[in-house]
Structures are given as C-alpha cells and as structure tokens.
C-alpha cells in the first residue's frame, strides 16, 4: 500500500488539483529611472498587460514623475495603488529619484525590485555607481544583460 | 508563471526535444566510479534524459555506455556476461565492445562480416573526480572535458554521492536556487547539522531572516547574492553559483567542506541529484567523509543496495510531528537533502507553472528561466552553444564573505567566485 504522500504526488492524482483561479490580480508599477532606461519602458509598455503601470521619472523636472504620454502622476497615488514598484535603471544613468520613490513605497510598505539592464556592456564604475543609488532603496536588485528580461519578469510576476 | 509550452520545452527532455538536445551539449554525471569498481565487474543500468543504457568496463578498463537492448531480440544486455573485452548477450550470445559495436554473432559464419553491420548507439563515458561522466550529443559538438574544481582537484579532497529524486529536473534545479527557502525549511539544521554548524555566517543567516537579494548573469549563468546585515556598516553576504544547465555551488560556510549539486534528468519525472563535498585546499577529514557516509549535510542515507533516500515519498518522509512542534525540524522532516526532495516531489511529478505566483524574490528563478529560453532558441534556432559548456565558465566558486556596505558583491567577490587552485574559499 503506497503511502499518502506517494499517492498524492503522482501525476494521476495531479489531476485532481484545484484549477480555480488561487490569486486576486496584482498591480506592478513600472519607473524608468534614467533617459535610457525610458526607452527600455516604453517598449515594454507597447505589449499587452493586465496589471501594469508605466512610468518614468527621468524628465529630472518639477513635474518629475509621469506617464509615458507626459501627463504628471502623483508619486503617493502611485505607490499606495501598487504591490510591487520595479525602478528600471541603466548603468551611469541619473538614478537619483530612487530615493524619493524607495522612501515613498517604503512609507506605503510596498515592495521594490530595482532592475539594473544593459550592465554586461557597461564599465563597473557605471553599473557601481547605479547600485549605489537603487540598492539601498530595493528589496530585490536585479542586473540583466537582455533589455527584455523586463518582459519575462512581468509575464512571470503575472502583470 | 510560465506559459503551458514554456513549462513543456523546459521540463522535457527526451530525444528530439530542445531542452534535451542542450542538455545533450555538455558532459554530465552518469554514474559513480565506485558502480564499475574492476575490470569485467557487472554491468550497471543507467537511464538518463529518457534513454535506457547500460554501462560497463571491459577487461582491459574501459568504459561503455550502450543501449541496454540487444539488436537481435531487444534482450537488456543487463542479463549479458561481461567478458573478454565485450558484453555478451546472455539469451543468443551476441557480443558487443564498449563503442556498441558488435564483435561477434555465434550464429552467422565468422567470415561473413554479420556482426560488423550491427552497433548499439553508445556514448563516451570518462572517469573524472570518482565520477563517469557521458556526452550524448552529436560527435563532432563534443566539448573538452569537465572542469569543475570539485572534479579535478586530489580524490582525497572530494567526495560525491547521488540519490534519485521523485520529480522533474526543473523543480529540483529550481530549489537550488531559491536562496530565500533556507531560512524556513533548513532553518533548524543549520546549527545542529556537523557539516555546517559552528561557522560565523550562521549567526548572520539565523539573525536577520528578511535577505535582500542580488541576481546577476553571469558568463555561464548567475550570480544569485542573498545580504544579510553584518556589523558596522557591512553586509553578509552569500553567493550561490548557477551554471548551465544544471550545476549550483552553495556559499560555503566556515572552514567546511564546500558542496553543491548537479541534477540529471531521469527522464521526465525522475532526476539525478548529485551532491557534491569537497574543499579545495585540504583533504577532507575522515569525520567530514564519515558525515558524508552518514547523510549528514546535503547526503542521504539510503534504501539498503539503491540509490532511493531511506526517507522517502513511500513512508512519507519519516515525518515527526514532534519534532516539527519541538522545533528540531521546520518542516518535520529531518536533513537538508530529504526536505528539499519532500516539498519538491509534493509538487508532483512535472509542477504546473501556470498556477504559481511568483514574487519578486523569486527573480533568480525567473532569470535561470529566462536564460535557460534564451539559450534553447539560439541553440535550435542558429546552432549556438550554449553557456556552461565552456570549461571557463564551469571554473567557479561560491562565496561567503563580508563587505563594506557600498561594495556590489560583483566587485566585492570578484576574485573569489572565480576557481584558483591553491586558493582557500571565501567563506565566513
């Protein structure tokens, strides 16, 4: 007689799981940080998501964080609507607004990845230089070669 | 999450499939030197990536990995009598050589050159590191061979076992890099188990359970960097190594042994765990080799004359529920090795990844995903090799070490992730 945890792992009884939905969706919040890293955003933007805001606060300006189109947004909404912040960063870049954005989600305790893309080319001076501004604002650093890792982390984040 | 057909190319590993032609791209563990210990000793069955193959060592010590059924009548040469330098099928007594070719059919006239027109696809097998290791991809992509410190420094410095695991590879592979597991499941061994306890960075692990995660690519595949805080302004850090398709390297933690695994698919449901011990300045001492023999650390004890854990899915893992309400266990089951494969084997046997809901600190297994993807397109697609077959990038370590809190860990460690021979490990 197999025992339960045999029977219950096998693939027939796999059949038997649960297949309604398990998870309510959950809203990510994009920021470019920097003028390259925009462009990387916004190519992301252009596909299709459920759950996804896109933003960027590289303008550098009083009316800082905006949408794509330029329209401003209010930093506080943004955050306090959101589960997680991804702050998309390049290496060199003006990353400072990490700051302000990580002090915000930190207040509203929302959770921040900060994504770090083309480091691979990039001299380690840069790519320093950028983690030294996310890193103390993100609670999971990511540094990819491939711009469109960003995709694949959404789809995988169910965005 | 991933889609239906990503979880399909990815967990699927037979002959024609794209995730088996990569695996089929590099050198993997078969068996255990000790499985072949003379020359003309049993033949061994060997399944691996959902081909049935037998291996053996001939009279003058070589090795072969052939198809286990003979042409004639599809016998498992299992059965055959290994002797004067070839496999002898035991039902018609044809006989085969280490390279599948066949040698004799008692049958058919000497003269008539019969038994050259018949040969067993079969694959090189290499002694390294008191492994046997096989290449089963096409002849002329066959990369130089192995380099992993754990498998060229002195046999005294290192020790390897395997178990089977009831699962898919991805799953298994998946566990070993999902660093944030460690404060939950293993988190009760860390100071008990003697393949571990005493060392600093415990400390470190035990005292601040909320890591901070880095993912970086690395040439062969991640850096996967977990952040403690340390003292006076510095962070503990814990650096695991990925390398394609398969190899992870657990930061070390003291002066013990280092260790790490490699998973090879079975076939689609059942993996190889390799688990490898080694330290690559000193011969490991006969109290860590006598842990290793006891299942301590990442090892097994096993079902007498198998490779199967004692504990396993058929007594439910000897679950103590004392234990786990006493605290000697998080989950109730007792050793690094046999809670990884009872939390991942309960997933059943190939995981359904549409239903799952990732969280950002899962981002090291959604890049090895991610490059893993990458990797099969560029093969199928354009012939590329893929990373981790390059013995540069299969010359890595893992790292524990503490650095000023305004170092990146790819800076801070960049000498110590690299394999130097001679050179003591960074660990704390």
């Not at chain 1, 799981?17 to 919040?29: G, K, M």
């Not at chain 2, 809670?339 to 090895?368: C, F, H, Y």
């Not at chain 2, 809190?405 to 960049?414: E, H, V």
């Amino acid at each position: 007689m197999p025992s339960e945890s045999a029977r219950m792992s096998s693939a027939t009884e796999a059949r038997y799981r649960i297949q309604a939905p398990n998870s309510t969706p959950r809203s990510i919040t994009v920021i470019a940080l920097d003028a390259r890293s925009e462009a990387v955003v916004r190519r992301s933007a252009t596909r299709s998501w459920n759950h996804a805001t896109f933003l960027t606060a590289s303008a550098n300006l009083d009316g800082w964080l905006s949408d794509l189109a330029g329209r401003s947004r209010d930093l506080m909404n943004e955050v306090e609507g959101a589960d997680l912040v991804v702050m998309v960063a390049t290496p060199g870049g003006h990353a400072e607004a990490a700051s302000i954005i990580g002090q915000a989600c930190s207040l509203k305790r929302v959770m921040t990845t900060a994504l770090v893309v083309g480091a691979t080319s990039a001299p380690d001076e840069a790519v320093s230089e950028t983690l030294a501004q996310v890193r103390p604002w993100a609670l999971m650093v990511v540094i990819a070669n491939p711009v469109d890792y960003i995709d694949d982390m959404l789809a995988a984040l169910r965005a | 999450m991933l889609r239906k057909e990503q979880n399909d190319l990815l967990t699927q590993t037979g002959p024609g499939t794209p995730m088996g032609q990569m695996f089929r791209r590099y050198w993997l563990p078969a068996l255990l030197t000790d499985e072949l210990p003379e020359n003309d000793c049993p033949p061994v069955r060997v399944k691996l990536l959902s081909e049935r193959l037998l291996a053996f060592r001939d009279s003058k010590g070589r090795y072969g990995l052939i198809d286990e059924f003979c042409a004639h009548r599809g016998v498992s040469l299992w059965f055959g009598r290994n002797e004067d330098c070839g496999l002898r099928c035991s039902y018609h007594g044809w006989k085969y050589d280490v390279t599948g070719q066949c040698i004799d059919v008692p049958s058919e006239p000497e003269q008539s050159g019969f038994a050259r027109k018949i040969t067993l696809a079969s694959y090189p097998l290499i002694e390294r590191g008191g492994l046997l290791w096989t290449y089963m991809g096409p002849p002329e992509g066959q990369p130089p061979l192995p380099e992993w410190e754990f498998a060229t420094v002195p046999r005294a410095q290192t020790i390897t076992t395997k178990r089977v695991q009831d699962s898919n590879w991805l799953q298994a592979l998946e566990g070993g890099i999902d660093s944030s597991h460690v404060s939950f499941l293993h988190r009760a061994d860390l100071n008990s188990d003697p393949m571990f306890k005493g060392a600093r960075g415990n400390q470190y692990s035990l005292g601040d359970l909320r890591p901070v995660f880095e993912v970086v690519e690395s040439p062969g595949g991640l850096y996967i960097g977990a952040r403690r805080n340390a003292e006076h302004g510095h962070y503990y850090w814990r650096i695991t190594q990925w390398v394609m398709p398969s190899f992870t390297m657990i930061p070390p933690r003291g002066d013990h042994s280092v260790h790490g695994h490699f998973w090879v698919p079975i076939d689609d449901e059942h993996c190889w765990t390799w688990s490898y011990e080694y330290h690559p300045t000193r011969p490991l001492t006969d109290a860590e080799v006598a842990a290793v023999r006891a299942g301590k650390g990442i090892h097994v004890q096993y079902e007498p004359g198998t490779f199967r854990p004692l504990a396993n899915r058929d007594n439910d893992y000897l679950m103590d529920r004392a234990a786990q309400k006493a605290g000697k266990t998080f989950s109730g089951v007792a050793g690094f090795a046999v809670q990884d494969a009872s939390v991942q084997e309960s997933m059943g046997p190939i995981v359904d990844r549409t239903k799952e809901n990732l969280v950002s600190t899962d981002n090291g297994i959604i890049m090895a995903r991610h490059r893993l993807l990458h990797a099969l397109k560029a093969l199928v697609d354009q012939g590329v090799t893929p990373p981790g077959v390059d013995p540069v990038h299969q010359k890595v370590r893992s790292a524990s070490l503490i650095l000023p809190a305004d170092q990146p860990f790819k800076d801070g460690a960049r000498e110590a992730l690299i394999a130097r021979p001679e050179v003591a490990p960074a660990s704390v």
